[in-house]
């Protein structure tokens, strides 16, 4: 132990030796700039460490993710209206502006619709989920919503993996929902 520290200091008095030589400095500016440099490298390590680590798991996204789905659907349909109506450009000025009040009409119902949708709450328990909290979840709709309330309605779920027996369920679509969805005793439900 006592040979390693001596290596150690060996080393490091060498270092800062080597450093007052090319800087031109006293021993207190070449300890400064030593240990000033090691902090850079111990902190860019630990930035790099921590890169690939996130904060916080999936499910505290969710809710956020899927309002942002649902409004960027809502934009992409105003973008289609948009371009429609920019290229009709050659109309004349009442066709225009009978266009504009329609436009206006068209955004005016698709903002007061993604208003009315109902905000779910991530992660949502499958055995008490009603049709509509189920379609918030990827790669379900009204049809595969309904056949996961028929498949409850025989029997309440016992695991997230039986969400395959029902039609449609595969893989794919069970691994998207895997974090946004729990099974809870319908009786127990929070």
């Given amino acids: ?29 070449a300890v400064i700039f030593l240990s000033l440099v090691v902090l850079i490298f111990i902190a860019h390590g630990m930035r790099i ?25 809502r934009a992409d349909s105003l973008d289609s209206i948009d371009s ?28 007061v619709d993604t208003l009315e949708k109902p905000l779910v709450h991530f992660p949502i328990n499958i055995n008490t989920a009603s049709s509509t909290m189920l379609q918030a979840l990827p790669r379900i709709g009204p049809q595969m919503a309904s056949r996961i309330l028929e498949y409850r309605k025989l029997q309440p779920f016992k695991t997230i993996e039986e969400l395959k027996n029902v039609r449609g369920i595969g893989d794919k679509t069970l691994e998207k929902m895997l974090s946004l969805i729990v099974v809870q005793d319908s009786t127990n439900s929070f």
């Fill in 1 to 29: 132990m006592k040979k390693k520290l001596t290596f150690i200091r060996l080393k490091t008095s060498s270092i800062l030796f080597w450093i007052q030589e090319r800087l031109y400095c006293t021993q207190r500016e």
């Fill in 84 to 111: 429609l109506f920019t290229s009709t450009s050659r109309l004349s000025f009442q066709d225009r502006k009978s266009m504009a009040e329609h436009y206006a009409e068209v955004e005016l119902y698709i903002m």
């Fill in 49 to 73: 460490l921590r890169a690939n680590i996130s904060p916080f798991d999936d499910a505290y996204y969710a809710s956020s993710d899927s309002l942002f789905n649902v409004l960027s659907a």
